[in-house]
């Protein structure tokens, strides 16, 4: 039930909130944040199995189970077959700890930099995450669905209401990419659900009974591509990737931490939970366009990234190619690969929260994004550059540290099966220092610039609210990056099972 | 005593956090006892834990000790495990031993430094970084450490950051090196394919079990192995690095490019010369690598002008040299080699230090001169680094490099062609290590020098050159670590010709710099000559390559491609949405009789279509 109380209590504190926000803003700030707190407790608990059992309580479903350790199931609209049906097996709890996690994030950077309609701001906020927890966690397309777009329309009102100079059309193209590929879905989960009606003569959209489905080759190749693209959209990755960049150019510091930090993992989610497991013949045949794709977001990405100026830009297009890893990582559906994907998208999400709040407390400091407007920060702002630092070697995949254990996991299982693909993909081991240190040298090294005069001595270093949420994510991406067990525990068994849905289970 | 293995490593990396901790607003005096003190520590706990091992039976010197179980995926399960043997403690000795008189150097050196604490912060994180790469039991970890002393030397070249030159010295550094590191990771990923684990003892004993001699695989995982040891030791072709890597303060230069970091590639063959041993093709590289390297590199030292840039392509040079004796499988004497060079070229870069701290940062050669009489200390120590490094006898660079030489002539991968250009290095390393001492400590004194005295500069030093000229003697605890060569027995003129041109090289470089016989000048100062020193001057004009082939047109597209073309397709798509809606408003201009023309001509259409197709 603990999956049930997460998302009533950021449904109903993010309202609460909305509406204390008319009376003070500090109420609207407070209430949040003893919203997420409770949020965040009932998370730590989902690490307690309240499962003893977990195939029996699935009602009439053959399929493998996996490894669920919650699991909430009622009746929602019995004439369409629709269940209120939220699963969670280690895959989704780690996840769904990474969003209230990184929402504590957001907050904490929403504090200060957010004063305009702030009750409503929260609201969003809340609201958002209330959308991710529920798209991890549930198990019934039409659900699942519902979540997809709760968490779209409060992150378009962050960007467009909130976001900097050019945020309109930013929120726009953001809102044009994700519903135009949520169509696709909608429409390829419709016709999925339509087939299995048709053969077995029961309606229904739970994704246990939709597995191993007997699919025509050329429409399970359809429809499969309708859920593709629509994760790929989110992921993002090349070609439908546009979007990221100017979204997260444009939205305020707590909008990036949530885009990059956990909205991008849905998408990857999706094809982990959805693709290979639905439509497992489709998938091995696309896997090699899948793969070339991957490996194309990954060096794409990151020369652009080597080429912005804007910092936020910058560090959006570096998401881009790391979040390439966790496709090639999917798509090779190997033990090894599939763990550090997901480990992947665990460090990236802390990194990539870390580095996008280090845009935003500059751009709160100096008034601009760009890179040649800064320089030699390292002595004026100590605590900042050093934070930054860290997050940029952590970023370039340095061992130790989070994003390492992912990358080098995906690469190492990818090549057991797709030895090309893992060795172009490396060569981003090349590129990310480029861009990292050139990002470190141009923003903290050198001479000052021109444009930093006299403006430079009077902006203050971090004070001890940002260096504790800085700090929790530093402290995140150390325990990820020496201990990553501690998360690989809860995935391995749900890893397992979901390997025997795919191909070569 | 071996149970505190961990603290080796261990010491140094709370020496880091503490600095870190401290934000660099602790006392200097704590600074410098953290920072040194955590390294003399772990010197003095290596010795412990040396004597115990030379204790026990040379059969069993080895010890395992698992701290934790890092990841585990798959058959994959590498831990933080720690394995000591004799050439992981001779490794350690150098590492801690010599590391700590820099370390000591250093906190005088650094003394006025405002960045004093962030100094030591960076070389504790090295430090034990480096003691976990050779302490690795598995792949992933070394490759842990590999990475984490290639952050050091990022941070620490680019120490000074407000002069953006040293940035761009440290990046390169960085990046390049990354290259080899990629190959290495691929060498890591294939090995792992073919044996199903990547601990290095069971993955060597694997490999003999699984693939024949000179098996296309084994070759290969050498081959990727020695992309990586070429990048993290400057050897051809990714040697472009080290000199700039000059641009960190001299105790770094010491410290990472010269005693320890770039001497890890040397340390990555021989701890899987198992693998090199199965592949003929790859020894031969190997050791092609090597004589190349160290002729080239001797070449260009001969033509530099800068103090530390000499001593960085003697660097080079000096792993080339370890680098052919790992090729002809001359193990032990290239950890030997390792650890000689390591005395002497610790001590030549930290008299460097001195000299250069004393005539006011000024590291042109030419505008030093006859310092012998005002940096007496430096002059001294300077002097026994240079007959180390010229391996004239009985330094300790003689017993190593004489090895060196011997294996090779005898060797089926080394042989005749190879053991001369062996020999014609270290002609050449005479003549360049005697200009720079001739020019620096003789002649006519160019500028003012104020030797600066204490303990933390004289100790290091004296304790440094009285290593570098015994250190020959020592015996490190290698047999069972690595095969043993056995005695090479060379033709005597072959051992007698390996010993005399080093000294005819001193001997010429005393007639050409200290002499300065103006017949013997203008030979090298006009004509075909002087352009050939300047091609090795810029290196081999190797940097020049680089830049043209993969800096530039890197840039090139960068920039070119800043506005990502795969967003102007949405764009066409928005404007073409537009264009339509602009035309279909064309056609709404509330016009009556533009309405009734239109619906006449398109009744007409139809018409016209049902006709003809009826």
């Known amino acids: ?505 | 005593m071996l149970d505190w293995l961990w603290l080796v490593p261990g010491l140094p990396f709370l020496g880091f956090l503490i600095l870190f901790a401290g934000q660099g607003k602790m006392p200097k005096r704590w600074t410098t006892l953290v920072g040194v003190g955590s390294v003399g520590l772990a010197a003095l706990v290596t010795l412990l834990i040396a004597v115990e091992f030379y204790g026990t039976p040379e059969a069993a010197l080895t010890y395992r000790q698992t701290l934790w179980t890092w990841m585990e995926a798959g058959s994959l399960k590498p831990g933080f495990s720690l394995y000591l043997d004799g050439l992981a403690l001779s490794m350690l000795f150098v590492i801690t031993g010599v590391g700590f008189l820099i370390h000591l150097y250093a906190s005088g050196y650094m003394y006025e430094d405002e960045d004093f604490p962030r100094f030591f912060t960076y070389t504790n994180l090295f430090v034990a970084a480096m003691v976990m790469l050779v302490l690795a039991d598995n792949l992933v970890l070394l490759f842990l450490g590999w990475e984490g002393v290639g952050l050091c030397s990022y941070l620490l070249i680019g120490f000074w950051y407000r002069d953006p030159e040293n940035g761009r010295c440290a990046r390169k550094a960085f990046i390049v090196t990354r290259i080899g590191d990629t190959a290495f990771a691929i060498g890591l990923f294939l090995l792992f394919r073919e044996l199903g684990t990547l601990d290095i003892q069971d993955a060597m004993s694997a490999a003999t079990a699984t693939w024949p001699r000179d098996s296309g695989t084994a070759t290969l995982i050498a081959v990727l192995l020695l992309g990586g040891a070429v990048g993290k030791s400057a050897q051809l072709p990714l040697q472009t690095w080290l000199p700039d890597a000059m641009a960190g303060p001299t105790p770094v230069s010491a410290l990472i490019h010269a005693a320890t970091m770039v001497t890890a590639g040397v340390y990555l063959i021989a701890r899987t010369h198992v693998l090199f041993q199965l592949s003929t093709d790859a020894m031969q590289l190997v050791a092609l690598v090597g004589v190349l390297t160290l002729l080239m590199s001797g070449f260009t030292a001969l033509t530099q002008t800068d103090l530390k840039r000499i001593l960085a392509y003697s660097t080079i040079s000096q792993i080339g040299y370890m680098f052919l004796a790992l090729g002809v499988g001359a193990w032990s004497s290239a950890i030997f080699h390792l650890m000689t060079h390591a005395f002497f070229k610790a001590l030549l870069f930290l008299t460097a230090g001195s000299i250069i701290l004393s005539v006011h940062h000024q590291q042109d050669i030419f505008k030093m001169g006859g310092l012998r009489k005002a940096l007496p200390v430096p002059f001294a120590t300077f002097l026994v680094g240079c007959l180390g490094l010229t391996a004239l006898p009985p330094t300790s660079g003689f017993f190593s490099k004489e090895q060196i030489l011997n294996a090779v002539w005898s060797s089926p991968t080394g042989g005749q062609l190879i053991w001369a250009g062996a020999v014609l290095g270290a002609f050449i390393t005479a003549i360049y290590t005697f200009r720079m001492f001739f020019i620096v400590f003789f002649g006519e004194q160019q500028t003012e020098a104020h030797e600066h005295k204490g303990f933390k500069f004289h100790v290091p030093l004296i304790v440094l050159a009285v290593l570098a000229a015994v250190g020959g003697f020592f015996h490190l605890p290698l047999t069972s670590a690595l095969p043993h060569a056995g005695h090479d027995h060379v033709p005597l003129g072959v051992e007698v010709t390996a010993i005399a041109l080093p000294m005819v090289g001193v001997l010429l470089a005393y007639l050409l710099f200290y002499r300065q016989i103006p017949a013997l000048r203008q030979l090298f100062e006009t004509g075909p000559l002087k352009s050939l020193a300047a091609f090795f001057y810029s290196g081999w004009a190797m940097d020049w390559l680089y830049d043209r082939l993969l800096v530039k047109p890197f840039v090139a597209l960068a920039r070119w491609n800043s506005k990502d073309l795969v967003d102007q397709l949405p764009a066409v798509v928005s404007r073409g949405a537009a264009l339509f809606h602009r035309l279909l408003s064309l056609s709404q201009n509330g016009q009556l009789r533009y309405y009734v023309a239109t619906m006449a001509l398109a009744s007409l259409v139809v018409m016209a279509v049902a006709v003809y197709t009826g």
């Open chain 1, 1 to 505: 039930m603990q999956l049930v109380w997460i998302i009533v209590c950021l449904f109903a504190g993010g309202a609460c909130a909305g509406i204390a926000g008319r009376i003070s803003a500090d109420a609207s700030r407070w209430l949040s944040l003893a919203t997420l707190v409770v949020a965040g407790l009932l998370g730590l608990s989902l690490l307690q199995p309240s499962l003893q059992d977990p195939s029996v309580l699935i009602a009439g479903s053959d399929a493998p189970q996996g490894q669920w350790l919650h699991l909430v199931q009622a009746i929602w609209i019995p004439h369409f077959g629709i269940q209120f049906l939220l699963a969670a097996d280690g895959i989704s709890v780690v996840l769904i700890l990474l969003t209230l996690f990184l929402g504590f994030i957001a907050l904490l950077s929403a504090w200060k930099e957010i004063q305009q309609r702030v009750g409503f701001f929260y609201f969003n906020l809340l609201w958002t995450l209330a959308g991710v927890v529920g798209i991890f966690a549930a198990l019934d397309l039409f659900l699942f669905f519902v979540f997809w777009e709760v968490m779209l329309i409060p992150m378009f009102l962050i960007i467009s209401i909130w976001g900097h100079e050019d945020r309109h059309y930013a929120a726009m193209k953001f809102f044009i990419y994700t519903q135009a590929s949520s169509l696709l879905l909608l429409a390829a989960m419709l016709a999925l659900v339509f087939i299995h009606w048709q053969q077995t003569d029961s309606l229904s959209f739970s994704w246990f009974d939709l597995l191993g489905l007997d699919l025509d080759p050329g429409l399970g190749m359809v429809l499969m591509l309708g859920f593709f693209i629509a994760f790929l959209v989110k992921l993002p990755g090349v070609p439908v990737h546009n979007w990221l960049p100017d979204a997260h150019t444009q939205a305020p510091t707590p909008g990036s931490v949530i885009l990059a930090g956990i909205l991008l993992k849905t998408g990857a989610y999706g094809l982990l939970r959805f693709i290979i497991p639905l439509f497992p013949d489709a998938a091995a045949q696309f896997t090699p366009v899948a793969l070339t794709l991957g490996v194309i977001s990954i060096l794409y990405a990151a020369k652009l990234a080597f080429a912005q100026n804007d910092i936020k830009r910058l560090i959006a297009y570096t998401s881009i190619s790391h979040m390439g890893f966790v496709l090639i990582g999917i798509f090779s559906w190997n033990a090894i690969a599939l763990q550090g994907a997901i480990m992947q998208m665990v460090g990236h999400g802390l990194s990539s929260a870390g580095l996008f709040a280090l845009a935003g407390a500059l751009q709160h400091r100096l008034h601009t994004r760009a890179l040649d407007a800064m320089g030699g920060l390292w002595s004026s702002l100590p605590r900042l550059a050093a934070v930054a630092m860290f997050f940029a070697i952590a970023a370039l995949g340095l061992p130790g540290l989070g994003n390492f254990v992912g990358e080098f996991l995906v690469l190492l299982g990818t090549f057991q099966v797709h030895a090309t693909t893992a060795v172009v993909s490396a060569l981003a081991m090349v590129v990310a220092p480029i861009y990292a240190l050139v990002l470190l040298q141009k923003g903290f090294f050198g001479p000052p610039s021109a444009a930093l005069a006299g403006k430079v001595d009077t902006v203050a270093d971090f004070g001890s609210r940002e260096l504790l949420m800085m700090g929790a994510m530093m402290l995140g991406l150390v325990i990820l990056g020496l201990f990553p067990r501690l998360v690989t525990v809860y995935l391995q068994p749900a890893l397992a099972g979901l390997q025997q849905l795919g191909w070569g289970g």
